[in-house]
């Protein structure tokens, strides 16, 4: 979901900003958050017409979306049945959106190897999820784990640059997959098998060994950026191959006899928090879902951004990897969040206070308003340094203001598995 997270090397130049120039504007944001108390002066759209029209394509689609209410956003008012009706609706909807292909019996998974760790199994899998297609896993197995004594599964989704190696605290498997980026807190994997459940780690498509290998090596350049083009113009998208992946990889999981069916969860980190949104609506047996990003709403950050961050050239608000087409004429993310009550969810990086309330008012609806739990980052662990949550949204902003307004500091990205680890084991009933 954040969008500033930089990218795996076969992933530079994305943007079509140089890579450098990509970093340099972080570190401004970064600058600008931690010493600029006062607005940062930018530019927003702007009509200098009398009739208030648009010359400027961007300002007219810009104007055109703040004017276009979802269909399906929450509403204001429902009552308990009114909800059930519309938990529904957007089941269906984004069952739709996600554009699942039908596909013929595939065979079944393939255990490729077995190694021992300590405490854990650690298995590599081959799924295929649709003709043509392989997607290898990892599977983190606790000791002790039989059909007789059956365990929790989470399925471990990771951020943008992350890959399944990574979650698992294993080599990458290839050198030149190097993550960096609060690397040592973000073994999602390795922390919950090691709490004793069963760990699944999965790769986005077009990352870690979903990249393309020529002569060996991993080709760079616009990966992700042509493979969600490719699969725009086929009406499907990014996170509607990542999601449908990871549903058929779940499919299967649920037919094994040495996992606990009614204790599943998904926990996603940043990019990774998309397919585990979209998962957990389309698929009612996922019974805890866990968010390592703020809680936001896409189009409002586009409502709420400036065109440019330096007066010089339109801002990256992020790739077509995020774009679900039509997604906006009908949701927007807290959405899928609110139509996940009333199971268990946790939020464990805070977000826009509305849309906060906004969820918290779905889980009052479905008579379970504890089921709904937020923690927020560092820098707005405590009320008093929140002191935006009452404003009024703004639209026009620096992107480093618009996260300050959302409670979230971009340098404090990263698992949060303190919060999360103790909170499903909880949810669990794990000693």
Not at 366 to 371: E, I, Q, V, Y
Request: glycine share 6%; with cysteine; net charge negative.
């Amino acid at each position: 979901m954040m969008t500033t997270q930089p990218q795996t090397c076969n992933f530079l130049n994305l943007a079509g900003l140089p890579w450098l120039s990509f970093v340099l504007l972080l570190l401004a944001q970064a600058t600008a958050f931690a010493e600029e108390p006062k607005l940062i002066p930018v530019k927003d759209y702007e009509s200098t017409r009398p009739d208030g029209r648009f010359q400027s394509s961007l300002g007219y689609v810009h104007q055109y979306i703040g004017m276009t209410t979802p269909k399906l956003s929450l509403p204001d008012s429902l009552t308990e049945s009114e909800f059930v009706a519309w938990r529904s609706k957007v089941r269906t909807k984004l069952r739709e959106l996600m554009a699942f292909p039908d596909v013929p019996s595939q065979p079944d998974p393939k255990k490729l190897w077995s190694k021992p760790r300590e405490g854990y199994t650690l298995e590599k899998w081959e799924i295929y999820p649709a003709p043509g297609s392989v997607v290898p896993i990892l599977m983190l197995v606790p000791e002790g784990t039989s059909s007789k004594s059956p365990k929790p599964v989470v399925f471990c989704f990771p951020g943008s640059s992350g890959t399944k190696e990574y979650l698992a605290n294993e080599p990458e498997a290839h050198p030149q997959l190097k993550v960096a980026a609060h690397e040592e807190k973000n073994r999602i994997a390795f922390e919950f098998v090691k709490a004793g459940m069963i760990a699944i780690a999965m790769d986005h498509p077009g990352s870690g060994e979903l990249s393309l290998l020529q002569d060996g090596k991993i080709l760079g350049g616009a990966t992700r950026d042509k493979l969600s083009r490719d699969l725009l113009y086929m009406g499907w998208s990014f996170v509607g191959l990542s999601t449908f992946e990871k549903y058929q990889t779940l499919q299967w999981v649920k037919t094994l006899d040495y996992v606990d069916t009614k204790r599943i969860a998904l926990c996603g980190h940043s990019l990774g928090t998309e397919p585990a949104m979209a998962l957990a609506v389309l698929d009612e047996d996922v019974s805890a879902l866990i968010l390592n990003d703020f809680v936001h709403g896409k189009r409002e950050q586009d409502l709420s951004l400036a065109p440019s961050m330096d007066g010089k050239r339109i801002y990256f608000t992020g790739g077509m990897w995020h774009t679900v087409g039509g997604l906006w004429k009908w949701f927007d993310l807290p959405d899928l969040v609110a139509a996940t009550a009333p199971r268990a969810v946790l939020a464990t990086e805070g977000g826009v206070k509305h849309s906060l309330d906004d969820v918290k008012r779905a889980y009052a609806l479905s008579g379970a308003p504890d089921n709904f739990h937020v923690r927020f980052m560092p820098s707005f662990d405590d009320p008093a340094k929140r002191p935006h949550d009452l404003e009024p949204v703004m639209n026009g902003l620096h992107i480093a203001d618009y996260y300050r307004r959302s409670n979230t500091n971009p340098a404090e990205h990263y698992f949060k598995g303190h919060h999360a680890v103790p909170w499903l084991m909880e949810q669990f009933e794990i000693k």
